[in-house]
C-alpha cells in the first residue's frame, strides 16, 4: 500500500542554522508534492507545491526539492527562527484518476531555539 | 469570509449521539474536502464536494457518516450514533478549481470528544 514517511522524531535546532526534514514515500508515484505547516490546534498551511519534473522549488527562506528516483522530498528552513516552530507536514498527489485526495504524512515536529 | 470557518472549534457529546460539524468556506472556492486527524495518524479524507458534481464519498468511514454542501457554500457533516473512536479533529478545506499552485486552505478544525 502507498506509504509516506516523516522524520519520527522531534528536530530540534539553534536558531541560525538550516532545518531539513526529510518526506520518503513507496509504493506510488506522485505526480506533485506538497508542504504544509500545522501549528497546535491550527489548520494545516499550505507552504510549497513541487511538481515531478521539478528538481527545486524556492520561496524566501524555505527550499524543497524532489528526488523522483530516491522517491525524497527534502524541506529546508534557512537562517531558522524560533517562529519557524511548528509542526511540518508532506502530502502527495496525482493528476492520474482521481486527484483529489492528498495522501499525508504525519508530520515532523520541528523546535527552533532561541 | 476571509478563511474557512469550522464551528463549534469544540464538541464534547455522550455516546450514541447524533453531531453535526459545519464548515464555512472561502468565497468563490468550488472545491471543499473534509478530512480527519487523529493523534498518530495522518490526515484521512472523508469526502469531497466539486460545484455541482456529485460528492465523492469514498472516504466516510461508515454509514454513520455523512455531509451534504447546500448552496455550493457551506458543508455539514453529521456523524450519527456516535462512537468513541470518532473522536479526532475534523477539519475542513476548501480550494479553487486548481487547487495545485495554491494547495488547500484548511479552517482551524473542530474537535469532537465522544465519552
Known amino acids: 500500500s502507498q506509504k509516506i514517511e516523516q522524520n519520527s522524531e522531534a528536530l530540534n535546532i539553534q536558531e541560525g542554522k538550516t532545518a531539513t526534514l526529510t518526506c520518503n514515500y513507496t509504493?506510488?508515484?506522485?505526480?506533485?508534492l506538497q508542504w504544509y505547516r500545522q501549528d497546535p490546534g491550527r489548520g494545516p498551511v499550505f507552504l510549497l507545491l513541487?511538481?515531478?519534473n521539478e528538481k527545486e522549488k524556492r520561496k524566501e527562506r524555505l527550499k524543497v526539492t524532489f528526488d523522483t528516483t530516491l522517491k525524497q522530498s527534502l524541506f529546508h528552513i534557512t537562517a531558522s527562527q524560533p517562529a519557524d516552530s511548528a509542526t511540518y507536514l508532506c502530502?502527495?498527489?496525482?493528476?492520474?484518476?482521481?486527484?483529489?485526495?492528498?495522501?499525508w504524512g504525519l508530520g515532523t515536529s520541528l523546535a527552533v531555539n532561541p | 469570509g476571509a478563511g474557512v470557518s469550522q464551528s463549534p472549534s469544540n464538541k464534547v457529546t455522550e455516546k450514541g449521539k447524533d453531531v453535526e460539524l459545519r464548515c464555512d468556506p472561502i468565497?468563490?472556492?468550488?472545491?471543499l474536502y473534509w478530512y480527519r486527524q487523529s493523534l498518530g495518524q495522518g490526515l484521512e479524507f472523508l469526502i469531497y464536494?466539486?460545484?455541482?458534481?456529485?460528492?465523492?464519498k469514498s472516504g466516510l468511514p461508515s454509514d454513520r457518516f455523512s455531509a451534504e454542501r447546500t448552496g455550493g457554500s457551506v458543508s455539514t457533516l453529521t456523524i450519527q450514533r456516535t462512537q468513541q473512536e470518532d473522536s479526532a479533529v475534523y477539519l475542513c478545506a476548501s480550494s479553487s478549481h486548481a487547487p495545485l499552485n495554491y494547495g488547500y486552505t484548511f479552517g482551524s478544525g473542530t474537535r469532537l470528544t465522544v465519552v
Open positions: 502530502a502527495l498527489g496525482s493528476y492520474a484518476g482521481n486527484n483529489r485526495k492528498l495522501i
Open positions: 513541487i511538481r515531478e
Open positions: 464536494f466539486q460545484g455541482n458534481s456529485a460528492p465523492d
Open positions: 468565497s468563490g472556492h468550488t472545491a
Open positions: 509504493n506510488y508515484s506522485p505526480a506533485y
